[in-house]
């Protein structure tokens, strides 16, 4: 829910002409760039009265809901907000009170507020109300803006977004407001969402379904396995991975709380290929991701023609993949939504003769920050646009994405800092990690800790997580890390903060994302076929999630009404990482976006 105020201080000059007019130009840029699934209301507070002495009843109780929490209606939002005048008094307590009610009785959900000062109506006092929402155990996070406030309003602002485990963020003038607001709500969305063109995975090999390069949304069912073939010419690499996101589920011992995934490979008839993937994922019911990832290169080997067992392995092909939910945790859904993104990399006929190189040197960031807002998953991870520092806040339970663009013969180097929060004791620790993915989504690097409200560097041992350039090459080197960097592409870069102990709101986290790309772009191969839309299908709409653009189709995927159903019942319970819904309700200056939970994820890989 987005809350604005509209009270009759908003009519102060600004470069935008009034305080409300930048605030209007804030909204408009947050509408047009919010992703298109997001549901979004609008509130707010001021328009009704005046705001002299003998309206004061009146204007207290001046609390309007223009915009339901619904699915993104960028024009209903935006003819909504042209028509907000302001006039009025500054309830906010009570604007914060009925932006939560119009919200959803279940699920992860946040409030913005924008204001440009204190409340003049209170009782009730606003941040007894966010501690109210709070202590009835209502999962919502309240983020707030103070637009030219004083210290008192700053002071009472703060209080209420640090109740619900929200930031507070100070802007002086418009332009200010409408670089923050954006960036604020996208923080706010960040829930995973799944992403893909539908598919329905077989029971067995003979009537699955062939998955072109792309990337595909598909339903998963505890101990269930699902198959899905994909032809892969002579001489080409099939990259195939599956990814899942658990919903959150208080109250589940560590040795209860273990999901794995797997994937298997079989060729000609259904014969066993031999080649097995599996991931394993502990302290999932926090909401936490996991994928698996299968680099397939039997096709590259020379059939002996004999047809033999072995031989059905051997060459080009249909070949099918069974990914399955082999191990559940305690209170994981019957289904969830899995991702399933499918690549094909060509034969390369003049492969790149360059070495492997040495891993890419840190290089102490200068200069000014960056603010970054990190996406919710994959799909939507937020583009570092080269070399610099990045800045972030990340909520307890939080798990983000970023995304660096390297092209043939450039790599990366990038260190997260943690910084001090001014929290104190064991409500204030949290388990934090950082991992990297290369562009199939396998992990290449991860380093884990604990952070207790002062500052933290990871990786703890190390100046920072590197890669060497990429090169085609690297597939055949000794180090299994270097032969994950051997395709382009964007390279994923995960950041989370666990949740404390207690599952409570703590404290946000400041982040500092130092980051390193560097190398001169090289040729790389020439393959046998052209690549036209790119080795995973990027460059065509149905898959542009996989290269972090807009989602073209979004699908529970199953097929039946019964695992639709049982997908959107994990919707509902859903946050942090699962694939939950987001709301956000736009009251005259508060938004409210949903929370992201989880805990250390705990990888094992074995093949």
Avoid at 112 to 135: F, H, I, N, W, Y
Avoid at 370 to 394: I, K, Q, R
């Amino acid at each position: 829910m987005l809350v604005l105020d509209a009270s009759g201080s908003m009519q102060r000059p600004d470069p935008a002409g009034t305080m409300m007019d930048a605030a209007k130009n804030a909204v408009h840029a947050f509408v047009d760039g919010a992703p298109t699934d997001s549901k979004v209301g609008l509130t707010v507070y001021g328009t009704g009265t005046g705001s002299d002495d003998a309206e004061r009843a009146a204007g207290c109780r001046d609390v309007r809901v223009l915009h339901q929490p619904e699915t993104l209606d960028r024009a209903a939002l935006n003819s909504a907000v042209d028509g907000i005048a302001a006039s009025g008094w500054t309830p906010m307590g009570n604007a914060l009170r009925q932006a939560a009610a119009e919200l959803p009785n279940s699920g992860p959900r946040s409030i913005v507020l924008v204001s440009d000062g204190e409340d003049t109506c209170a009782p009730p006092e606003p941040c007894e109300v966010a501690r109210e929402l709070k202590t009835q155990g209502v999962d919502l996070v309240m983020h707030a803006i103070g637009f030219g406030v004083d210290d008192k309003a700053r002071a009472q602002l703060t209080c209420m977004a640090q109740a619900t485990g929200g930031t507070y963020t100070d802007v002086a003038d418009g332009p200010a407001l409408e670089r923050t607001l954006p960036r604020v709500t996208a923080a706010a969305l960040r829930n995973y969402k799944a992403a893909g063109t539908s598919i329905t995975g077989a029971p067995t090999y003979e009537t699955a379904p062939l998955a072109e390069p792309g990337q595909y949304l598909d339903t998963l069912g505890q101990k269930e396995s699902r198959y899905y073939a994909v032809d892969i010419p002579d001489g080409a690499t099939a990259y195939v991975s599956g990814t899942m996101s658990y919903p959150r589920v208080p109250g589940i011992p560590g040795v209860e709380d273990t999901n794995v995934l797997s994937m298997r490979v079989y060729g000609e008839d259904g014969r066993d290929c031999n080649k097995y993937e599996f991931e394993q994922l502990v302290y999932s019911s926090d909401g936490a991701a996991l994928t698996v990832t299968e680099t397939f290169d039997g096709a590259t080997e020379k059939r002996a023609g004999d047809g033999t067992g072995a031989d059905k392995c051997r060459g080009g092909g249909r070949y099918y993949f069974a990914l399955s939910w082999d191990k559940t945790s305690k209170g994981a859904p019957e289904r969830l939504p899995i991702e399933l993104l499918v690549g094909i990399e060509p034969a390369a006929t003049d492969s790149d003769p360059a070495a492997v190189g040495s891993p890419t040197t840190f290089v102490e960031p200068v200069g000014s920050g960056t603010p970054a807002a990190g996406g919710g998953s994959f799909n939507v991870a937020t583009e570092l646009d080269g070399s610099g520092w990045y800045t972030d806040t990340l909520q307890p339970g939080e798990f983000v994405f970023y995304r660096v663009k390297l092209d043939w013969g450039q790599g990366l180097a990038y260190r997260v800092h943690y910084d001090a929060n001014g929290g104190r004791g064991v409500e204030n620790v949290s388990n934090v990690r950082t991992t990297m993915y290369s562009p199939t989504r396998e992990e290449i690097d991860s380093d884990f800790g604990s952070y207790t409200g002062t500052e933290y560097v990871l990786p703890a041992n190390d100046s920072a997580f590197a890669t060497v350039p990429i090169r085609y090459g690297n597939r055949t080197s000794e180090d299994l890390a270097i032969r994950k960097e051997a395709v382009p592409g964007w390279y994923y870069i995960a950041v989370k903060v666990g949740s404390t102990p207690s599952g409570d709101a703590g404290l946000p986290v400041p982040i500092r994302l130092d980051l390193t790309v560097s190398g001169d772009t090289e040729t790389g191969p020439s393959y046998s076929t052209a690549i036209t839309d790119g080795i995973f299908g990027e460059g065509s709409a149905a898959t542009s999630a996989s290269a972090g653009g807009t989602v073209a189709e979004e699908a529970t995927a199953d097929g039946d009404a019964a695992a639709e159903a049982a997908a959107a019942d994990s919707d509902s319970t859903t946050s942090g990482l699962a694939f939950s819904g987001v709301w956000i309700a736009v009251a005259a200056a508060v938004v409210a976006v949903g929370g992201i939970g989880g805990w250390l994820a705990v990888r094992s890989r074995r093949k």
